[in-house]
């Protein structure tokens, strides 16, 4: 009573069964001649095979020829997950003149000799699965992958490094991009530093003219101060929509004069800057840098006394006069983008050392975080560039304190990547702007990179001291006369194996780096996935490192994981360039696992109508049974899992496909 | 506990999320009970209560369904789907003389491979507790394609 | 509300005065403790790093007892006022709901004496239960002689929030700032609230422990405090007893005298001193806060 045996009236199937030894990944723990001697015993086997790399050329190689020779019209390859190469033994299929999709992937590595511990019961399984597939392969059928045109436009997320070297790749070969930034200026972090490791170049000057480019480049539009709030559609054509907040200046009609600035009632710039995290002063109409693209000032409605009062002579208005820039009535917009691909570059939020009070951050104002040092070193921040402390002196000692939230089992615990590098680059511009003591306290120095060691001997030679240990606290408690009116960092230092007290006039907090805060929104919004700490997840981490699960969903820079700015701009260049190697095929082929409903079978009953997330199928009021539009639907199975009289099916996931596997699967003893 | 017996779970995993999973323990080298045979779909909202009926027919002593976490589904909300039919299917399983705890539905993310593993081990233990699945399911007339219908008719 | 009460070794010899100041407190703001029955020593940090199985069942003991002797079905609040009992007590709560294979020795020996632990007991800090429980506003209604100008400086010992911090935060705790401002006090803000004074290892390595509890006193000197107040009855010896061989060290150290926060909260409701056991610390307080204490006398800082 087998489903199989009832089958085996459909014509003459013929099925090759190959297993791969995956050197010993497999074979290692799996009796691989055991289980092929039995997958040849299976119905309709004609041919079963052992190779060490299935996925090599010489394996490829006899697959294709066997299929020919043994006139094979089911092909089963036993290896790894259908995720790392399905798509390589589909494409042997086609090659040798098999429909691909009557090919199934049976994984034996993953599922089984990776997890199992004994070597009879991952033999035991491997041979199930195999069985399972070879019922599941009598019931597949010819299918034709599903083709759609892809839009050659692009929408990239974030307009930091990544998002610009991305955008400029894009719009340079031809595409046109938009590209999303929250903020008012794109620039993201790397507009902040002062100089770059370890070469110190610096940032505004590499950066700045990328920013400019973008700005006048006719294939990118620059959407500031804006959000994607919705995304809808799939691979070849997304259908993004965009909030544009108001920020009360007319992009079109400003010309970037900053007069309106100068004019605004507020003569002194009182309000906190977020750009320097406070350390600087703006107006409510501002610009957060001096070179923010687009160049447009920015109306903070919160400070703005017009808003707050309606009563304000608006100096800046009459400042602008016929340019007619300022728009008080202007409001949120949303846009809709109608795109092929999607960047996100998202970028990463830095950890705050407020959770980590032992520190002192935010109870002794001498304790600064990595990024407003930043700020304060360079040359357009609020000190020009001065490295002082609040009281306008300068600092005649700096303890710089490493992987502050990195590497901690109460914070995160991945390792921040660029901390270790940053803090050698802070306390080589602390020695050459103030030649005061510099005193590095961190667990592991990790300076893997082109010129990173160097730059760490260097940094030596300059006399910056290094204490391997983990900062135990930052406090104000003097025990000596030293240690008066000075923020005393207590540190056991692990080389010396004695507790030490490092009395210092500044401390900075190399704080690591974390996702954003809204990341998991931004993954939902956009159907990808999180791995672990909530870093967005790669389709595969080595061979996929900017693709996602979602098809035309890519992914460059730290929002992906903690990474440098050459990491960063190198993994752009990649995101470019697998949407430009989309939108240059044109045409994309989808995998046809999508629904359809059998005419004969639909009693019209309309479950299936309600369930459709994407609106798939409607009903047709003459024939009273529903129809499903293929182009709409994504190949979910939600219909098929709740047709009533099987009717609604799922090309690939169809009832006897996923019946024939279980029987299979079950039919063993364990 | 029988000591000699080697429960069957019959595992149907979502491609997102608990197929990727098992691949992640995978890689991570998890070591888990060999107890499970994975069948995968695109969805767990594709998963009709017949397949996991069928799966109790064919021998398996408990059943694992395995979709992204709420609000995490690749096709929006097809998880939410499968937790109603698994709800109504374990108030029904007892009718047929099954323990409800034979099946079992686990959001299951990406990442959670470690979630995975202690999931498998887990069911594992409570089948074990459980013993095997005694009770002849009764013919189920599945309801599905074309094939299987000539199949049932034969 | 009810509270049961584990009062702890130390407190009912060294530290009786924070038991009377306690109990004084407790009676005006309504919320009597009760004392659990037949309770014995928790072990302490000593007991622990010899035997670990058997220091959890000594403690565990007294949480039976609190189940056992409490009308409550749910959860039983035990307060104990000692930070090391706190500490102790704690943890073994904690290893019985997390740690199965301690629990499984625990339990069954317990059960040889006929009694039973379900997990119900939550443990409390004094501390605790008059900012969270009692609550600020409560505390200030009853002030009848408001200590405005006092300055205290609030020491509340590692154990307390450290690693259960359950109540206050580990690292800057307020719970006791919250009391002493409730009373009229200033408080000084400084860094050491919650720095070892070293406790129980006093009588082994005195030279360590002078230097800590000096680090401690100096610092709350230097900022201008005239008492330190303390909440659990090691930290308050250790504080007050080392003070004449820490000037012998270190000539340039003062004195300044050790309270218990009870004791100060008593003051502030205007209770006679020997209620609260005044006369016992080897430091006197400040003349201006125990003058006219007790007697309706309005407090006048110094």
Request: aromatic share 8%.
């Amino acid at each position: 009573m087998l489903l199989r045996d009832e089958f085996s009236k459909n014509g003459d199937i013929r099925i090759g069964v190959y297993v791969c030894d995956c050197g010993t990944n497999i074979a290692g723990k799996v009796r691989v001649p055991e289980v092929v001697e039995y997958a040849g015993t299976l119905p309709h086997v004609v041919v079963a095979k052992e190779y060490k790399y299935m996925c090599s050329d010489p394996g490829q190689d006899m697959i294709r020829r066997e299929i020919k020779e043994q006139k094979l019209n089911r092909l089963l390859v036993a290896a790894c997950s259908p995720h790392v190469h399905e798509e390589t033994f589909r494409n042997v299929a086609a090659q040798a003149g098999l429909n691909p999709f009557l090919f199934q992937m049976v994984n034996i590595r993953e599922l089984v000799s990776w997890v199992t511990k004994d070597p009879d019961k991952a033999t035991a399984k491997a041979k199930d699965m195999i069985r399972a597939a070879a019922n599941r392969v009598l019931f597949h059928e010819e299918l034709e992958p599903l083709k759609y045109h892809i839009k050659r436009n692009v929408v990239i997320v974030g307009g930091g490094i990544a998002g610009i070297h991305a955008a400029l790749l894009l719009a340079d070969s031809g595409e046109h991009v938009y590209l999303v930034e929250r903020e008012s200026s794109i620039g993201g972090h790397m507009a902040m530093f002062d100089k770059t490791f370890p070469t110190l170049d610096c940032a505004a000057c590499i950066l700045t003219p990328k920013m400019t480019m973008v700005k006048s480049h006719p294939n990118i539009t620059i959407m500031s101060y804006s959000e994607v709030v919705e995304v809808n559609g799939f691979v070849g054509d997304f259908k993004v929509k965009v909030r544009k907040k108001p920020r009360y200046v007319d992009e079109e009609n400003c010309v970037g004069c900053f007069e309106c600035i100068d004019a605004c009632v507020f003569k002194d710039a009182r309000y906190p800057n977020e750009f320097d995290f406070g350390l600087g002063k703006r107006k409510p109409i501002y610009m957060p840098f001096p070179q923010a693209v687009p160049p447009v000032p920015v109306i903070d409605a919160d400070t703005c006394i017009e808003f707050k009062t309606g009563k304000c002579p608006k100096e800046c208005l009459k400042a602008c006069g016929e340019r007619a820039g300022i728009d008080f009535a202007q409001k949120e917009e949303i846009v809709e983008l109608e795109v092929g691909s999607i960047i996100v570059a998202t970028g990463f939020d830095s950890f705050d050392p407020k959770k980590m009070p032992q520190y002192g951050y935010g109870i002794y104002s001498n304790v600064y975080t990595s990024l407003e040092a930043e700020r304060l070193f360079n040359a357009s921040g609020p000190t020009a560039g001065e490295l002082v402390l609040r009281d306008g002196s300068k600092p005649k000692s700096v303890g710089i304190i490493h992987c502050v939230g990195s590497r901690d089992e109460n914070h995160n615990r991945w390792c921040s990547r660029v901390c270790c590098m940053y803090s050698m680059k802070l306390a080589h511009l602390v020695k050459e702007r103030t030649n005061a003591d510099v005193f590095n306290f961190y667990i592991d120095i990790r300076a893997a990179g082109k010129g990173y060691e160097e730059f760490y001997n260097r940094t030596m030679e300059e006399g910056v001291q290094y204490i391997r240990g983990k900062v135990a606290e930052v406090t104000d408690n003097a025990q000596t006369k030293d240690e008066e009116g000075k923020l005393v960092i207590r540190v056991e230092d692990t080389l010396l194996g004695m507790i030490r007290r490092i009395p210092v006039d500044m401390v900075i907090l190399s704080v690591g780096l974390e996702p954003q805060h809204d990341a998991l929104e931004v993954t939902k919004m956009f159907n990808i996935s999180c791995s672990g700490g909530g870093w967005f997840m790669e389709r595969h981490p080595k061979l996929a490192p900017v693709s996602t699960m979602s098809g035309g969903v890519f992914l460059a820079g730290a929002c992906q994981a903690p990474k440098d700015i050459p990491d960063t701009v190198a993994q752009a260049g990649a995101a470019a360039s697998e949407a430009l190697a989309l939108s240059h095929k044109g045409v994309i082929e989808v995998e046809p696992n999508t629904a359809f409903i059998d005419e004969t079978l639909c009693s019209g009953c309309q479950v299936c109508v309600g369930l459709c997330p994407y609106s798939a199928i409607s009903y047709d009021q003459e024939k009273k049974i529903s129809i499903l539009n293929q182009a709409l639907c994504q190949g979910c199975g939600v219909c098929a899992g709740a047709c009533p009289s099987g009717a609604a099916q799922q090309h690939l996931f169809n009832d006897s496909q996923l019946m024939a596997e279980i029987e299979g699967a079950l039919a063993g003893v364990l | 506990m029988n000591k000699e017996f080697e429960p069957k779970i019959l595992g149907i995993l979502c491609n997102w999320c608990s197929y990727m999973a098992s691949d992640l323990a995978g890689t991570s080298r998890s070591q888990y009970p060999p107890n499970i045979r994975v069948v995968r779909v695109m969805c767990s909202g594709r998963i009709e209560p017949q397949l996991i009926l069928w799966a109790f027919q064919q021998g398996a002593d408990g059943v694992l369904v395995g979709g992204c976490n709420p609000g995490d589904c690749h096709y929006q909300e097809g998880n939410y789907k499968a937790l109603r039919r698994v709800t109504l299917l374990k108030t029904m399983l007892p009718q047929f003389g099954i323990e409800p705890e034979r099946l079992r539905l686990e959001w299951i993310c990406a990442s959670c491979a470690e979630e995975m593993r202690k999931t498998v081990e887990e069911f594992t233990n409570t089948l074990c507790r459980l013993g095997p699945l005694k009770v002849q399911i009764p013919q189920i007339i599945p309801v599905t394609g074309k094939a299987v219908v000539e199949y049932v008719q034969t | 509300m009810d509270y049961l009460y584990y009062p702890g070794c130390s407190i009912k010899e060294s530290g009786i005065a924070y038991e009377e100041s306690l109990t004084a407190i407790m009676d005006v703001l309504n919320t009597p403790l009760q004392e659990l029955e037949d309770w014995n020593c928790c072990g302490a940090t000593t007991c622990i790093s010899v035997e670990s199985d058997e220091a959890i069942a000594l403690a565990s003991r007294n949480l039976a007892l609190a189940e056992k002797q409490s009308n409550s079905k749910g959860t039983v609040d035990l307060v104990t006022p000692c930070n090391a009992c706190y500490l102790t007590l704690m943890r073994a709560t904690h290893y019985l709901s997390e740690r199965q294979d301690i629990a499984g020795k625990v339990l069954p020996a317990l059960d040889k004496q006929g009694l039973h632990c379900d997990n119900r007991v939550r443990i409390r800090h004094p501390l605790d239960v008059l900012v969270n429980d009692v609550g600020v506003k409560a505390i200030s209604d009853h002030v009848r002689r408001k200590l405005t100008g006092l300055k205290v400086a609030c020491y509340y010992g590692c154990q307390m929030v450290r690693p259960y911090a359950t109540f206050d935060d580990p690292h800057r705790p307020t719970s006791m700032d919250q009391v002493m401002k409730a009373l009229g006090a200033q408080t000084i803000d400084w860094s050491l609230k919650t720095k070892c004074c070293g406790a129980a290892l006093g009588s082994l390595l005195p030279d360590i422990v002078e230097q800590l509890c000096h680090d401690i006193l100096r610092e709350a000197e230097k900022r201008g405090a005239e008492v330190v107040v303390t909440g659990c009855p090691l930290c308050h010896f250790n504080l007050e007893s080392n003070q004449s061989a820490i000037r012998k060290r270190h000539p340039d150290f003062k004195t300044i005298p050790v309270a218990y926060f009870s004791q100060i909260m008593g003051l502030g409701f205007d209770l006679p001193p020997k209620k609260l056991g005044i006369q016992r610390l080897f430091i006197p307080l400040p003349a201006s806060l125990t003058a006219g204490a007790g007697k309706g006398g309005e407090y006048v800082t110094a």
